[in-house]
């Protein structure tokens, strides 16, 4: 079965400063893996995916994730973060097939400091 | 811009009474899902519909019943609302589920 963990539930950081949010997944098979942003009362936005092309993934808003097969990882980074960064960030890990589904972590509330 | 639409985005409902969200996508996309999120929680996979083909999640409850009655729209029913059912409803669509999913802008149930 497929798993997301995503440790801690807060992160903050002065804006400008460097974002990083950790995830780690499980995967029985190679997982198609996904970063979400959230923002109060909305769904869910797709900051990018992984899918076994590159593993260095440039998403929207200067975020960015790196796939570490060694290390069961696929952590998101942003070099200088924005006020309007703060949100909340879902890891989410989906295996093969027509019927597959997504597993989102328990997801990480990024704030910024002015 | 093609898109999934959810209607209402805030839905106040009396407990026990039956309640329907709705759920439209622009997309043509072939796979619908249900997701249920509670406050500070991850989303919880309810149900989808692969086409016509309905998929319910093992641990959802017979309370909870969905209808896609063409590739367009897709509705949740929550048939006696209980306190516990308050929760943002998320509709989502993919035509190739391992490229990411499609979120619409979600339905929040308050049920007094």
């Known amino acids: 079965a497929q798993s997301v963990t995503q440790l801690g539930s807060h992160v903050s950081v002065s804006e400008g400063a460097l974002v990083l949010l950790r995830c780690n997944y499980s995967s029985s098979v190679p997982p198609y893996l996904f970063w979400y942003v959230q923002y109060p009362n909305q769904g869910l936005q797709l900051l990018l995916k992984?899918?076994?092309?590159?593993?260095l993934v440039k998403g929207i808003n200067g975020f960015e994730a790196e796939f570490k097969k060694s290390e069961t990882s696929f952590h998101l980074t942003k070099p200088s973060a924005h006020m309007s960064d703060a949100a909340e960030y879902f890891c989410?890990?989906?295996?093969?097939?027509?019927?597959?589904?997504?597993?989102f972590g328990k997801g990480i509330t990024l704030s910024v400091r002015p | 811009d093609a898109m999934v639409i959810q209607n209402p985005r805030y839905q106040v409902t009396q407990f026990g009474k039956p309640v329907t969200l709705s759920c439209s996508q622009t997309l043509n996309h072939n796979v619908m899902y249900w997701y249920q999120q509670k406050s500070s929680q991850a989303p919880k996979l309810l149900f989808h519909?692969?086409?016509?083909?309905?998929?319910n999640e093992a641990d959802t409850p017979d309370n909870f019943q969905s209808r896609r009655p063409n590739t367009s729209f897709c509705f949740l029913d929550i048939r006696s609302p209980g306190l516990g059912d308050a929760a943002m409803y998320l509709c989502a669509t993919s035509n190739r589920p391992n490229y990411g999913y499609t979120f619409g802008s979600g339905t929040r149930l308050t049920v007094v």
């Open positions: 519909y692969y086409d016509k083909d309905f998929n």
């Open positions: 989410a890990v989906s295996e093969s097939g027509a019927n597959s589904k997504l597993t």
């Open positions: 992984y899918t076994s092309a590159a593993t």
